[in-house]
């Protein structure tokens, strides 16, 4: 049984000693001239102003959830789609509950006002 397991062993340990190999050369060759830009805390353009810890807009919440509901729906529909004539009625009504759960999540969405664009 633990035979079977021997390839993906070996394979880990190929990994990770390619890994550290990497890691090593880039240690070793890498150039080392630091100056006060590449040491500085942010390298954006400009000094930090505010606490890194401010409160966000519900915004980018709101924003996020509907990455979710988007991404969910379009990563089940395609497979779904594939496999419909096979998964017959009971597939069928499964899927129209979950695009109904997500259906109710985009009109949460589109209540709090975070489809309109400032």
């Known amino acids: 049984m633990l035979e079977n397991y021997f390839p993906i062993l070996v394979f880990l340990a190929i990994g990770f000693l390619l890994g550290g190999i990497m890691i090593g ?15 500085s805390a942010y390298e954006c353009g400009f000094e930090p102003f505010e606490d890194s810890r ?12 509907l990455f979710i509901i988007f991404d969910l ?9 594939v496999v419909l004539g096979e998964i017959g009625m ?24 975070a489809l309109e664009w400032e």
């Open 25 to 39: 050369l880039g240690l070793v060759l890498a150039p080392r001239r630091p100056d006060e830009e590449k040491l």
């Open 73 to 81: 729906e379009i990563a089940f529909l395609f497979p779904w789609g």
């Open 90 to 113: 009971f597939g069928f009504v499964a899927m129209v509950l979950f695009l109904g759960i997500l259906v109710i999540g985009f009109a949460y969405e589109w209540m709090k006002g």
């Open 54 to 65: 401010m409160k966000f807009d519900v915004r980018y919440y709101l924003v996020a959830i």
